[in-house]
């Protein structure tokens, strides 16, 4: 009776866990220790599953520990890696439990990108191993009972759990051992089986019968449910549905008896024959039907010795009545099990391979504050800088610092020599055409990366229609025109970013064509430039007089000003702070994290005092600029004017904006220039992105075009017989009756390792003209065909006609196999007078006969019996 059913294991593939997960933590963290530790941690995970998943377990807790472990460390990277078919893309192959396959088709197997798929089939191997573990238990001592009920619960909850979550996790049909109804059955016959383990712990310890009773009743109730669950399903094996009926009589028998005993000690002597009966029923029925699964012997005798017991007494001493079997009482239920939840983490021994690494959603939100940080500081930057240069350009336009130093009329002003040697210092003009020269070259290899990147999924996007539309609804994954969506939209995005650096590239190029000569001019030495510049009559004595002064403190508050952004620049940039704890702290109290409000609040916090000086520095330039000019206008009506000084004073505001766009053209190309070389970077990402999505998309493909292969190779490849047709199921004659018209299959051929004898032969039919003769058995032998019809043409589907008859000298059929080269039975045709007539089955196409091999023995002459 201590027969316990165990389930089996799933078997995986190999997966490299490793290259994947590196390569996702090379991309999203900084190179550093952090992210050295997190890739050693994804080689450990990928070690993990290969001692999990990767080899044969044996029934052991220290198995079971390691594949809890590796369930524990799925769910805990979960939320901290986005494993799906469009990012980190793996694919996990696993074999149906239950499916033993066949000669050409191979087993039923199931490939899917999800980490969902990956930690239900993992989950359905610890409820598998543990239901091993438990059926290995020795249930003759209270550590084996009590082992064996806590695996038996665990395995049950396992189950459940994969029941009420395997279709969400996969998001399509799953295979049949981890469908909602297969482990449905599988965790009540698992509650069932630890239900019958305290039932035995019960009648161990001499528990009263009332309650040993209950808990059988309950446990043949369990076992009945599963087996109304499975019986009209063929999704479990075979060998599993008479176990479950068996159990459920012998635990109701067990429950009977011991009620029994109670209506014993109740003096219910009538009750205590009924349910014997009952149980005695109940326990012939097992042994008669399900005998090579279970051994009754035991229980079987001490019920039918109680039984004979009981009549005895009754008989000759209490002559009470044996109630009718619908007249007894119900026997209560007790139940003791449940299944068990699961809780992560479910190992004892669990350790975070990934502690240190924060949840996805986290990382999300530390992207889209970064993202808004970076909003808030280039807005505040660029704000100062469009200052700096409006200040720049008012300035030129009015010939200042140049107009207030120019007072001899024919030499170079102070503040034109510092900016022509600021740009000879930088390279004056050949740097500027040195990085015009390289643009193009840096567009053009983004623009080859990016086109490289979207050809590969035009390519396999393209094979996967084509398959899709040969196979149709076969082909059943997600189409790779929708799961390319963000990609596409993501290079469609770089391409935009391009068409429009291509624009900034074209209007820096003619701005730097307009002022090309004026910047050449600022590049020559002293003397030249000092030559270019036209000489004009010396100005008056101007030089202490109030307005200059002013002007000059203007100019040097301007400069102040100016000083001031550089230093708030370099504040905003260097400003840091980590948000990673803010967020941290809300998913664990919220559950989920509001980014936008954490991210605003912070900002304010953290840059508010920072942009409140920018503003400031902007009012304070809108001053100073209103004054220069104001005072600007004073001084003009103090100088001289005539051509001369005219066309030198246009020159030189002419130098001054030169200067003032060689620094910003230089900026611009160096911007453009880096620019250029982080968006390869990003490119080279997302071409790593779209060649590791093609090739899990290929090899997924692989993988489903093999599954269709074989599920192809499965199916039968002969078409139905079709029916025969009404002139040829007429009966020649009006003697033979009509022959059914349904087809009768072909006999199977049975390999057997074992020599098998020479086929049997057709009865001989000897034609006489009286009468047919009859055989020894009595048996009219069939009549000679029509002239002209040919015997061969129509060969026997099976063996046709009686048994062997026995000839005089011959004890009847040996089981002795004979040499294939002589068979003292075989009848040779042309001995006799008719080749012997040979049926087949209306409908079914002919089949050859087996056959004899040739002797040179003289033939045996053929005597009837008498």
């Known amino acids: ?140 001592n209270d550590e084996g009972l009590k082992t064996a009920a806590k695996h038996y619960q665990f395995a049950s909850g396992a189950f459940q759990h994969i029941k009420d979550t395997v279709l969400s996790a996969l998001n399509r049909e799953p295979t049949v051992d981890i469908s909602p109804d297969t482990v449905g059955t599988l965790s009540l016959i698992m509650l069932a089986q630890a239900q019958e383990v305290f039932f035995l712990k019960a009648t161990r310890d001499k528990m009263k019968d009332a309650i040993i009773a209950k808990l059988a009743n309950q446990a043949a109730d369990y076992y009945g449910d599963a087996f109304k669950q499975c019986q009209y399903k063929d999704t479990l094996p075979k060998e599993v549905f008479p176990v479950l009926a068996a159990k459920h009589c012998i635990m109701q028998a067990n429950a009977e008896y011991h009620q029994s005993i109670l209506a014993k000690q109740q003096k219910k002597f009538g009750e205590e024959i009924g349910r014997l009966q009952h149980a005695s029923d109940l326990i012939k029925t097992v042994a008669s039907r399900y005998d090579e699964y279970v051994n009754v012997k035991d229980l079987s005798d001490k019920i039918n010795r109680a039984l004979i017991a009981a009549k005895k007494d009754n008989d000759f001493i209490y002559h009470d009545r044996v109630p009718d079997l619908k007249d007894l009482d119900p026997i209560g239920k007790a139940s003791l099990v449940k299944s068990t939840s699961v809780v992560v983490p479910i190992s004892q021994k669990f350790t975070d391979l990934f502690e240190k690494m924060v949840p996805l959603a986290v990382q999300q939100s530390l992207s889209l504050y970064n993202q808004r940080k970076a909003d808030l500081v280039n807005r505040s930057i660029a704000q100062m800088r469009e200052a700096t240069n409006l200040a720049n350009g008012v300035l030129a336009s009015l010939n200042l610092p140049a107009a207030i130093e120019d007072v001899s009329g024919d030499s170079v002003p102070q503040s034109i020599l510092q900016k022509s040697k600021s740009v000879i210092e930088q390279g004056g003009i050949q740097t500027i055409d040195q990085l015009i020269k390289d643009l193009p070259e840096l567009l053009q290899r983004n623009r080859e990366i990016l086109d490289e990147s979207l050809r590969l999924l035009s390519e396999e996007e393209a094979t996967d229609n084509d398959l899709r539309a040969k196979f149709k609804e076969r082909w059943q994954r997600t189409p790779s025109s929708e799961l390319y969506k963000p990609l596409r ?104 994290i509001n980014e936008e409000a954490i991210s605003v609040t912070e900002l304010d916090r953290i840059y508010g005092s920072l942009t409140h000086k920018v503003q400031e520095t902007l009012k304070k330039q809108d001053e100073l600029l209103k004054n220069i000019q104001n005072a600007h206008q004073e001084f003009s009506k103090m100088k001289q004017s005539n051509n001369e000084s005219n066309l030198r004073e246009e020159v030189l505001k002419n130098l001054a904006v030169a200067n003032d766009n060689f620094v910003e053209l230089v900026a611009n190309l160096k911007e453009g220039t880096k620019f250029y070389n982080e968006l390869t970077e990003i490119l080279l990402k997302f071409q790593n992105k779209c060649s590791d999505i093609v090739f899990a998309r290929k090899t997924e493909r692989d993988e489903l075009l093999k599954d269709l292969q074989q599920s192809i190779a499965r199916e039968p490849s002969a078409p139905s017989i ?14 033979k009756p009509a022959a059914s018209t349904t087809p009768t299959p072909a006999p199977r051929t049975m390999v057997s390792s074992k020599p098998q004898p020479p086929a049997r032969p057709p009865p001989p039919v000897i034609s006489t003209a009286s009468a047919p003769v009859s055989t020894a058995t009595g048996a009219t032998a069939s009549p000679a065909p029509l002239p ?79």
């Open 489 to 592: 939209a993501e290079g469609a995005n770089v391409s935009n970013i391009l068409d429009k650096a291509i624009q900034a590239d074209g209007h820096v190029k003619e701005r730097y064509q307009t002022h090309r000569d004026t910047i050449s001019l600022l590049c020559k030495p002293e003397p030249e430039l000092n030559a270019a510049i036209p000489s004009a009559n010396p100005a008056k004595t101007i030089q202490g007089s109030e307005v200059v002064s002013i002007l000059r403190s203007l100019l040097a508050s301007l400069d102040e000003v100016k000083k001031e952004r550089e230093q708030l620049e370099n504040e905003l940039k260097s400003v840091n702070f980590d948000m990673t704890s803010k967020f941290l702290t809300a998913l664990a109290q919220d559950g989920a």
């Open 722 to 735: 079709p029916s025969q047709p009404a002139y040829q199921t007429a009966a020649a004659g009006g003697s």
């Open 1 to 140: 009776m201590a027969t316990f059913i165990s389930v089996q294991s799933k078997k995986a593939s190999e997966v490299d866990l490793a290259k994947p997960l590196c390569k996702f933590i090379q991309q999203t963290y900084p190179a550093g220790e952090a992210q050295n530790d997190h890739c050693r941690a994804a080689e450990e995970l990928n070690k993990l599953r290969k001692s999990a998943v990767g080899r044969p377990l044996d029934k052991h807790e220290s198995s079971l520990e390691t594949l809890m472990r590796y369930y524990d460390q799925l769910c805990s990277i979960e939320p901290k890696f986005p494993f799906s078919e469009n990012q980190i893309c793996v694919t996990f192959t696993w074999k149906d439990a239950f499916d033993k396959g066949s000669l050409f088709g191979g087993s039923v197997k199931l490939a899917l990108a999800s980490l969902g798929y990956e930690k239900t089939c993992v989950l359905f191997n610890c409820g598998a191993l543990a239901s091993q573990i438990a059926s290995e238990q020795n249930l003759e």
């Open 788 to 866: 002209g019809s040919s015997a061969a043409s129509t060969a026997p589907s099976q063996a046709q006609g009686p048994p062997y008859p026995t000839y005089p000298g011959y004890p009847g059929y040996c089981q002795m196999p004979m040499p294939m080269g002589y068979n003292p039975y075989t009848y040779g045709q042309y001995n006799l007078p008719y080749a012997p007539q040979m049926y087949q089955n209306p409908g079914q196409a002919p089949y050859p006969g087996p056959q004899q091999p040739g002797y040179p023995y003289p033939q045996q002459p053929y005597y009837p019996q008498q």
